[in-house]
Protein backbone atom coordinates (compact mmCIF):
# COMPACT_ATOMS: atom_id res chain seq x y z
CA UNK A 1 0.00 0.00 0.00
CA UNK A 2 1.11 3.15 -0.73
CA UNK A 3 2.34 5.77 2.24
CA UNK A 4 -0.13 8.36 0.55
CA UNK A 5 -3.55 9.37 1.21
CA UNK A 6 -6.31 11.67 -0.62
CA UNK A 7 -8.94 13.07 1.07
CA UNK A 8 -11.73 15.57 -0.36
CA UNK A 9 -13.93 16.72 3.23
CA UNK A 10 -14.76 20.18 2.54
CA UNK A 11 -12.36 23.48 2.13
CA UNK A 12 -9.26 22.04 1.30
CA UNK A 13 -7.37 24.83 4.25
CA UNK A 14 -9.77 22.68 6.90
CA UNK A 15 -8.52 19.73 5.41
CA UNK A 16 -4.40 20.51 5.18
CA UNK A 17 -4.69 22.01 8.78
CA UNK A 18 -6.01 19.40 10.37
CA UNK A 19 -3.30 16.62 9.01
CA UNK A 20 -0.60 18.96 9.20
CA UNK A 21 -1.07 18.26 13.00
CA UNK A 22 -1.51 14.32 12.97
CA UNK A 23 2.20 12.46 14.21
CA UNK A 24 3.52 10.28 11.44
CA UNK A 25 1.92 12.90 8.63
CA UNK A 26 5.24 14.29 6.65
CA UNK A 27 3.64 16.26 4.48
CA UNK A 28 -0.08 17.92 3.08
CA UNK A 29 -0.43 19.52 -0.26
CA UNK A 30 -3.75 21.17 -1.18
CA UNK A 31 -5.05 20.28 -4.67
CA UNK A 32 -7.55 18.99 -6.77
CA UNK A 33 -8.62 15.80 -8.25
CA UNK A 34 -11.57 13.45 -9.49
CA UNK A 35 -13.09 16.23 -12.12
CA UNK A 36 -12.92 16.16 -15.73
CA UNK A 37 -10.64 19.19 -16.61
CA UNK A 38 -6.83 19.41 -16.97
CA UNK A 39 -4.85 21.64 -15.13
CA UNK A 40 -7.87 23.30 -13.11
CA UNK A 41 -7.25 26.19 -10.91
CA UNK A 42 -9.18 27.73 -8.13
CA UNK A 43 -11.47 29.67 -10.18
CA UNK A 44 -12.49 26.91 -12.29
CA UNK A 45 -13.12 24.53 -9.48
CA UNK A 46 -15.58 26.85 -8.02
CA UNK A 47 -17.47 27.44 -10.83
CA UNK A 48 -18.47 23.74 -10.35
CA UNK A 49 -17.88 23.40 -13.58
CA UNK A 50 -14.71 21.30 -13.30
CA UNK A 51 -15.91 18.20 -11.64
CA UNK A 52 -13.10 18.79 -9.21
CA UNK A 53 -12.98 18.29 -5.26
CA UNK A 54 -10.86 20.35 -3.28
CA UNK A 55 -8.77 17.47 -1.26
CA UNK A 56 -5.73 17.14 0.10
CA UNK A 57 -3.08 14.72 -0.67
CA UNK A 58 -1.09 13.53 2.39
CA UNK A 59 2.20 11.77 2.68
CA UNK A 60 2.44 9.75 5.90
CA UNK A 61 4.89 7.28 8.00
CA UNK A 62 3.07 4.42 8.21
CA UNK A 63 5.50 3.18 11.00
CA UNK A 64 4.11 5.96 13.00
CA UNK A 65 0.36 6.28 11.84
CA UNK A 66 -1.62 3.80 9.45
CA UNK A 67 -3.97 4.71 6.54
CA UNK A 68 -6.76 3.49 8.89
CA UNK A 69 -5.91 6.31 11.15
CA UNK A 70 -5.90 8.90 8.88
CA UNK A 71 -9.52 7.35 7.87
CA UNK A 72 -10.61 7.88 11.27
CA UNK A 73 -9.29 11.38 11.04
CA UNK A 74 -11.20 11.75 8.27
CA UNK A 75 -14.01 11.11 8.78
CA UNK A 76 -14.40 12.85 12.29
CA UNK A 77 -13.58 16.04 11.51
CA UNK A 78 -16.05 16.85 9.01
CA UNK A 79 -19.60 15.24 8.05
CA UNK A 80 -19.81 12.68 6.19
CA UNK A 81 -23.55 12.92 5.69
CA UNK A 82 -23.61 16.17 4.28
CA UNK A 83 -23.94 15.85 0.20
CA UNK A 84 -21.81 18.57 -1.84
CA UNK A 85 -21.49 20.93 1.48
CA UNK A 86 -19.37 21.24 4.70
CA UNK A 87 -20.80 23.95 6.85
CA UNK A 88 -20.73 27.46 4.69
CA UNK A 89 -19.00 26.08 1.41
CA UNK A 90 -21.55 24.82 -0.84
CA UNK A 91 -20.79 23.07 -4.17
CA UNK A 92 -19.47 19.45 -5.45
CA UNK A 93 -15.99 21.10 -5.19
CA UNK A 94 -16.42 20.91 -1.25
CA UNK A 95 -17.81 16.82 -1.46
CA UNK A 96 -16.96 14.44 0.59
CA UNK A 97 -14.47 11.77 -1.03
CA UNK A 98 -11.49 9.08 -0.44
CA UNK A 99 -9.37 9.25 -3.55
CA UNK A 100 -7.48 5.99 -3.45
CA UNK A 101 -4.38 5.02 -4.18
CA UNK A 102 -4.64 1.28 -4.70
CA UNK A 103 -7.00 -1.76 -4.32
CA UNK A 104 -6.56 -2.22 -0.12
CA UNK A 105 -6.95 1.46 0.07
CA UNK A 106 -9.98 1.41 -1.48
CA UNK A 107 -11.16 -1.99 0.34
CA UNK A 108 -10.29 -0.27 3.68
CA UNK A 109 -12.19 2.90 2.75
CA UNK A 110 -15.00 1.10 1.99
CA UNK A 111 -15.00 -0.85 5.36
CA UNK A 112 -14.52 2.38 7.33
CA UNK A 113 -17.26 3.89 5.84
CA UNK A 114 -19.37 0.88 6.60
CA UNK A 115 -18.70 0.61 10.18
CA UNK A 116 -19.30 4.45 10.72
CA UNK A 117 -22.73 4.15 9.03
CA UNK A 118 -23.51 2.58 11.88
CA UNK A 119 -23.00 6.09 13.75
CA UNK A 120 -25.48 8.02 11.74
CA UNK A 121 -29.10 8.25 10.79
CA UNK A 122 -28.38 9.66 7.97
CA UNK A 123 -26.69 7.99 5.18
CA UNK A 124 -22.77 8.77 5.02
CA UNK A 125 -22.30 10.11 1.49
CA UNK A 126 -18.40 9.95 1.15
CA UNK A 127 -17.37 9.03 -2.46
CA UNK A 128 -14.79 6.15 -2.51
CA UNK A 129 -12.90 6.44 -6.04
CA UNK A 130 -9.67 5.39 -7.49
CA UNK A 131 -7.00 9.00 -7.77
CA UNK A 132 -6.73 9.20 -11.22
CA UNK A 133 -4.26 11.94 -11.39
CA UNK A 134 -4.10 14.69 -8.27
CA UNK A 135 -3.28 18.98 -9.47
CA UNK A 136 -1.97 21.13 -6.89
CA UNK A 137 -3.17 23.92 -5.75
CA UNK A 138 -2.32 27.84 -6.11
CA UNK A 139 0.95 28.33 -4.05
CA UNK A 140 -1.22 30.95 -2.18
CA UNK A 141 -3.39 27.79 -0.61
CA UNK A 142 -0.78 25.90 0.71
CA UNK A 143 -0.31 26.44 4.53
CA UNK A 144 -2.81 28.44 4.89
CA UNK A 145 -4.16 28.25 7.85
CA UNK A 146 -0.48 28.48 9.25
CA UNK A 147 0.12 31.56 7.55
CA UNK A 148 -3.41 33.36 8.27
CA UNK A 149 -4.35 32.10 11.68
CA UNK A 150 -5.82 35.16 12.39
CA UNK A 151 -7.58 35.64 9.43
CA UNK A 152 -11.93 35.21 9.96
CA UNK A 153 -12.46 31.65 8.26
CA UNK A 154 -9.28 30.19 9.87
CA UNK A 155 -10.46 31.57 13.47
CA UNK A 156 -14.20 30.53 12.92
CA UNK A 157 -13.93 27.61 11.07
CA UNK A 158 -10.78 25.98 11.12
CA UNK A 159 -9.80 26.05 14.47
CA UNK A 160 -12.76 24.76 15.81
CA UNK A 161 -12.14 21.27 13.55
CA UNK A 162 -8.64 21.62 14.94
CA UNK A 163 -9.86 21.76 18.35
CA UNK A 164 -12.03 18.96 17.72
CA UNK A 165 -9.48 16.85 16.57
CA UNK A 166 -6.96 17.39 19.47
CA UNK A 167 -10.00 16.57 22.01
CA UNK A 168 -10.89 13.15 20.14
CA UNK A 169 -6.68 12.49 19.90
CA UNK A 170 -6.71 13.00 23.45
CA UNK A 171 -9.75 10.99 24.45
CA UNK A 172 -7.92 8.00 22.21
CA UNK A 173 -4.72 8.30 24.39
CA UNK A 174 -6.24 8.52 27.50
Not at 4 to 32: D, H, L, P
Not at 49 to 61: R, S, V
Request: aromatic share 12%.
Amino acid sequence: MPNQATFGGGCFWCTEAIFNRVAGVKKVISGYAGGQTQNPDYRSVCSGTTGHAECCQIDFDPAVTSYDALLTIFLDTHDPTALNRQGNDVGTQYRSVIFTHDGEQESLARQKIQEWQKRYTKPIVTEVQPLTVFYPAEAYHQNYYALHPDEGYCRYVIAPKIEKLEKVLTERSG
